[in-house]
T-cell receptor
Framework: NAGVTQTPKFQVLKTGQSMTLQCAQD?????MSWYRQDPGMGLRLIHY???????DQGEVPNGYNVSRSTTEDFPLRLLSAAPSQTSVYFC?????????????FGPGTRLTVT | KQEVTQIPAALSVPEGENLVLNCSFT??????LQWFRQDPGKGLTSLLL?????REQTSGRLNASLDKSSGRSTLYIAASQPGDSATYLC???????????FGAGTRLAVHP
């Protein structure tokens, strides 16, 4: 099993550009989520999904969109990049709807917005 | 508001010492608590998961305990090694908010 994979590993965007961060898992997990990690702020939930076709907002959803058309994939879209979105982004997945399952994290995408 | 506090924020010890990292949380309705390790510039690696009905879990030199009534968890590292140097994060899964809530982490340095 590859576990949770994320692409790209690094990305530099100009303000106003859009892009999609890819996340995939091969563990047949229903629950997937996106976090951002910033110095002094810890990890904060952006969006999550409890299954294909079902998504919901976390605590910092503004400026980001998600969709879940398959169990395996959960892409995160930046609509119009802003310097405040410079961060490290982690995707995670879990079995058991997230509530009792162990959370597995991907290696992260380091995004810089200039 | 749910909060997770990790003490100490940083720790530097000589190799071979036994360590205790502390995590306290304010939400008693947790589903589970998970300890992670994060190396600089890397992702999070799951170390131990304790379900709300359990009191402890062990993996090799690591032992994690959970006391829901007092809102505390501890991670015990036996016979520390330089390879244990990393940031250790605890997080609990809040059923009410369907998300992991993280502490700020303890940065551990084990020197030879």
């Amino acid at each position: 099993n590859a576990g949770v994979t994320q692409t790209p590993k690094f990305q530099v965007l100009k303000t106003g550009q859009s892009m999609t961060l890819q996340c995939a898992q091969d563990m047949n997990h229903e629950y997937m989520s996106w976090y951002r990690q910033d110095p002094g702020m810890g990890l904060r939930l952006i969006h999550y999904s409890v299954g294909a076709g079902i998504t919901d907002q976390g605590e910092v959803p503004n400026g980001y969109n998600v969709s879940r058309s398959t169990t395996e994939d959960f892409p995160l879209r930046l609509l119009s990049a802003a310097p405040s979105q410079t961060s490290v982004y982690f995707c995670a997945s879990s079995s058991s709807g997230g509530a009792s399952g162990e959370q597995y994290f991907g290696p992260g995408t380091r995004l810089t917005v200039t | 508001k749910q909060e997770v506090t990790q003490i100490p924020a940083a720790l530097s010890v000589p190799e071979g010492e036994n360590l205790v990292l502390n995590c306290s949380f304010t939400d008693s309705a947790i589903y589970n608590l998970q300890w992670f390790r994060q190396d600089p510039g890397k992702g999070l690696t799951s170390l131990l998961l304790i379900q709300s009905s359990q009191r402890e879990q062990t993996s090799g030199r690591l032992n994690a305990s959970l006391d829901k009534s007092s809102g505390r968890s501890t991670l015990y590292i036996a016979a520390s090694q330089p390879g244990d140097s990393a940031t250790y994060l605890c997080a609990f899964f809040s059923g009410g908010y369907n998300k992991l809530i993280f502490g700020a982490g303890t940065r551990l340095a084990v020197h030879p």
